[in-house]
């Protein structure tokens, strides 16, 4: 798939019972085919803001994807074309057999069995775990886990990777063959972190989004 | 040694229908499920939740009227059946296997969801229990309860917690009640003894019946 360009004008989350936004009021451009970071510490909105993109959350403001207006604010359906990696790698992975589950998005896009196994074996390689291929899940470290949920959504050709803290569970070799995966693909990328920036910069990333230290949320008083 | 996920529902089915058939097959299907577990060393925990009704069984047959007796014979054997059955393939491949055979997209999504969240509580579940002992936990009566009761909380409110996550990853993964097909079959030599244990368990049903007739 092309690489989508991403706008966000004003966009923010309220969570239920809470009388601030957060994120709130996030403004920015994000070219095609771009490697952009979104930073903010803990509790900022950051995997909040990534799930509004994708369009699993309703927020206020605007976000356009590649020419697609306003769906993700309306719907709660996923936006095609967006790929992201969770996290806490088990929130994203399905199937207990790992080249099965990188090849459940193919399969499920309607690409025959043998080309689909076929794509999750060159997904897997591309991000250097061909060797997991015949392991199961649930027998992998995390940071195994995190690689094998990445190939996932590479073997679906995502227009943008939303990427939530990918780094964080990988050791220093593993850090780097992802970087150069994200680095050399083609699809726009927006990568949540809060730690190790400068080690993404030097990959070629560059800050888009800073989302400022959570205020101190009010919560509605009960009753 | 995992079991074709097409011979593992041959034999559930066979094994479940002759249970069905009347308490001597029940009996046959349950020796022969417990001993296919044996061969496959499948993991005796899977077992813990039969064990109330194993323990029913054994307390209550020989006061039980004859009908309830049946049902428990009969009950107890197509459970353990069906869990061996489940036990022998991996849940996906199973699943593969009956959307071949024509289970709904609908059908599918729904068992795949529940399998996989099954799968994940009972790893949660496992790293809880650790946590619980390591921090002296199960100690005692007392301990036990307090343990247990602990465990059930944290259990629901992170499958609760989960069930959130999951419908999201799945849509942002474009599942659509569509899972990996299964390759062509290639019958293994542990097939055989699966595939045998099923026709034995049709043949022990099929004998009963013929015996009422006379």
Redesign the interface.
Known sequence: MEPLRLVLSGAGHRYPGVDVETPSNVSAVIERGEKALLVGPVGSGKTTLL?LI?G?RRGSGRVVLGGDEGHAAASG??RPG???L?QNP???L????VL?DV???P???GVR?AS??EKARASLESVGAGHLEGREV?KLSRGEKQLVALA??LA?DPGLLLLDEPLSALDAHARKTVLSVLAGHPATVLLATHHGIPALEAAGFKTAITLPARRLLSATAPG | MRTDPRVALLFGLAATGSALSGPAPALAVLVLSLGLAAARRIDWRRFVPLTSSIALFAFLIPFAPGPAAVAIAKGLGVSVAVLVAVSMA???RLLAALQAAGLGRTATAFF?IVF?HL??TG?DASRAVDGLILRGGFRGVRGLLDSTSLLLARMLRRSLE?AD??A??????????????LGPFRLAPGDVAVTAAAVMSVAVAAAARMTWNR
Do not use: K, M, Q
Request: hydrophobic share 45%; no cysteine; proline share 4%.
């Open positions: 799930l994708a699993l359906r996923a967006v790929g992201f969770w088990d929130d994203g399905f199937l207990p057999g099965e090849a459940l998005g399969v499920n896009d069995r689909a196994l649930a996932g959504i679906r | 991996r849940w996906d795949a996989s799968e994940t790893r989960r996550r999951t999201d990853a799945l849509e942002i993964r474009g599942f659509r009640g569509r899972l990996p097909a």
